[in-house]
């Protein structure tokens, strides 16, 4: 029988009033040096070699250092910063340090690397270095949060990382309505500056700090509640907190002068349209598709055909309206006829066989040349010059003036997709919220017990494909007139460039299966990260299967999971009846395995 202790030593034995002051004298030292030079040359990128105003990464670290400040302020109790820590006190204090730790050793590495050893840099990234390195130190002597239970001799990687956990917030005061509508669009206007920061970011360098910083500060975030408290806003007021969002992703191209980042900002959508189309099929359903970019190949190819260009075999010009209906029905089609004869397998069966139509769909399109096989799509050479949209006279080729902002080309595209997004967020949740969505869920969980209850599981599991099928055509058609070209090899199962079946079913997997806003975010990380690392392609995919075991070793539900995905993953340490009856009889259940 294991022994239950209650450990809240912290891991480095300093008085909790010595840690906590010199926490803060830690992350005010790195703030204050973000304003000197860091750097003598302005060959390093963004320019730290000015003193009084920062710069590129200083920016990221006088973030870090303010947000490391103010949690560690709050802990003293200080009357108008007490709300930062609603959950936990002193774990998003050591997860901010360790974020600003990490953005400014980065910095500090970047540039001795660059510049050639660290006689280039200047007294003020030293003063910085060690002020993150005492502001970590000394928050790692900060009580913790949570006590150490099960275990009776606890090693010092538990006691770690234990002193990063935390407790749920209690409950909040009640607001009034005006207030937390307040917050709801406060909290989205945050999220649109640093999402677009992130997409703005002009060389790499200062994206790896943003991923660095950022990634902390969320963590930070929600270990202090405050993620919590936001999350039980927005459910009260679900529908304002929907429309603040899609509000804040139209503002995004009025923030953009020109559409150097607006096209990676389409090709997100684009990306997160299909994903979250897969996540019908895999996260709702329970169905692994290893082949499912192809839909998105057969919608592209269907608009491509239909569009008037010159490179098409059938000469014909469609509206956009009806080439989006058609690329949709096809894609219905091909997903009905292949999911018909297939949907009869399970697990890795099926998987094996979706792969398969994966790559007959590519080496098909690449053999109807001519020569292999009928003219149709132009063989490997696929289907060029696609022409730009045109819809009732507004064409999506040309720039427009819109509230005195001029939107380029990409953001005309931008503003089409996030209304396809649109279509597809509210087919989902309308879908999972539905019968059929219960029945999918039922499938998912355990196919047999869902039979016996009467529930057709090849029926249910084929509307689910078709409809995935039907979402990622839609998509498809936008995305060839977006690339103004299609050929076979954008439709592969797996490379470094996204969207492929591989990116699209970890970018579900790493949201969360599901869930609406898991895929997103998993899209929008899987497809900004190459696209800003390209010094790193030849790493990328050794990169990504790291990241995946580490997902699986630490939050195998995704970043964002629904409550039953966090029963399931997580224990919640708690026996099946209270301590104390079973202390007070000689008999009783226990939970198996205790």
Do not use: C
């Amino acid at each position: 029988m294991t022994t239950k202790t209650h450990e809240t030593t912290p891991v480095l034995a300093i008085p909790a009033t010595v840690a906590r002051a010199a926490t803060a004298a830690g992350a005010a030292i790195t703030l204050g040096s973000t304003f000197l030079a860091w750097t003598w040359t302005a060959k390093f990128p963004g320019d730290l070699t000015v003193t009084g105003y920062p710069g590129g990464l200083q920016v990221l670290t006088l973030v870090g250092a303010a947000l490391t400040l103010l949690f560690t302020l709050s802990g003293y109790g200080i009357k108008g910063l007490r709300w930062l820590t609603p959950g936990g006190t002193n774990s998003p204090v050591r997860l901010a340090a360790l974020g600003l730790l990490g953005t400014m050793g980065f910095t500090v590495g970047a540039i001795s690397v660059e510049l050639g050893g660290v006689v280039n840099l200047e007294p003020g990234a030293w003063i910085g270095l060690v002020g993150a390195i005492i502001a970590l130190v000394a928050s790692l002597g900060l009580p913790h949060d949570q006590d150490i239970t099960d275990t009776t001799n606890p090693s010092p990687l538990e006691k770690f990382l234990n002193s990063l956990r935390a407790p749920a917030p209690g409950r909040p005061k009640e607001l009034p309505s005006w207030a937390e509508i307040l917050i709801i669009v406060a909290a989205f206007g945050i999220g649109l500056f640093v999402v677009t920061y992130g997409i703005d970011t002009a060389y790499p360098e200062l994206f790896v700090g943003y991923l660095i910083i950022t990634g902390f500060a969320v963590t930070a975030l929600f270990k202090a509640g405050l993620m919590a408290r936001l999350s039980a806003i927005t459910t009260k007021y679900r529908s304002i907190a929907v429309a603040a969002a899609f509000v804040a992703a139209a503002v995004f191209p009025f923030t953009q002068s020109t559409d150097q980042y607006t096209l990676i900002a389409v090709n997100i959508l684009i990306f997160a349209t299909v994903a979250l189309g897969l996540n019908i099929v895999v996260g709702l359903a329970g169905l692994l598709d290893l082949g499912y970019v192809a839909f998105l190949g057969v919608g592209a190819y269907t608009a491509a055909l239909v569009s008037g260009t010159s490179a098409s075999a059938f000469g014909v010009q469609f509206p956009f309206w009806a080439s989006v209906l058609l690329g949709a029905a096809v894609s219905l089609i091909f997903g009905v006829v292949i999911g018909a004869p297939t949907l009869r397998l399970r697990g890795d069966y099926l998987a094996i066989v979706t792969l398969g139509f994966g790559e007959i769909f590519r080496i098909a399109v690449g053999n109807l040349d001519g020569v292999s096989g009928p003219q149709v799509t132009n063989g490997p050479n696929g289907v060029p010059n696609i022409p730009d949209l045109n819809f009732f006279g507004y064409d999506f080729g040309e720039s427009h003036t819109i509230l005195g902002f001029e939107l380029g080309a990409y953001a005309n595209y931008y503003l089409l997709m996030l209304l396809a997004m649109i279509l597809v967020v509210l087919v989902f949740s309308r879908a999972g919220s539905s019968r059929i969505g219960r029945a999918w869920v039922a499938i998912r969980e355990d196919e047999t017990a869902a039979t016996a209850m009467g529930i057709n599981g090849f029926r249910v599991k084929l509307i689910a494909f078709a409809l995935g099928a039907t979402l990622a055509g839609i998509a498809g058609t936008v995305q060839a007139h977006v690339q103004s070209t299609v050929v076979p090899e954008m439709y592969v199962f797996a490379g470094p460039v996204p969207p492929n079946s591989a990116f699209l079913l970890a970018a579900v997997i790493l949201g969360g299966m599901g869930t609406i806003s898991g895929p997103l975010i998993g899209a929008a990380l899987l497809y900004m990260i190459p696209a800003k690392l390209q010094f790193l392609s030849d790493y990328q995919l050794l990169g990504f299967g790291l990241a995946l075991i580490l997902l699986m070793r630490f939050r195998p539900e995704g970043l964002i999971a629904n409550r039953r995905a966090k029963l399931e993953y997580h224990e919640t340490g708690q026996l099946d009846v209270p301590d104390e009856t079973l202390a007070g009889t000689t008999s009783g259940t226990t939970k198996a395995g205790a």
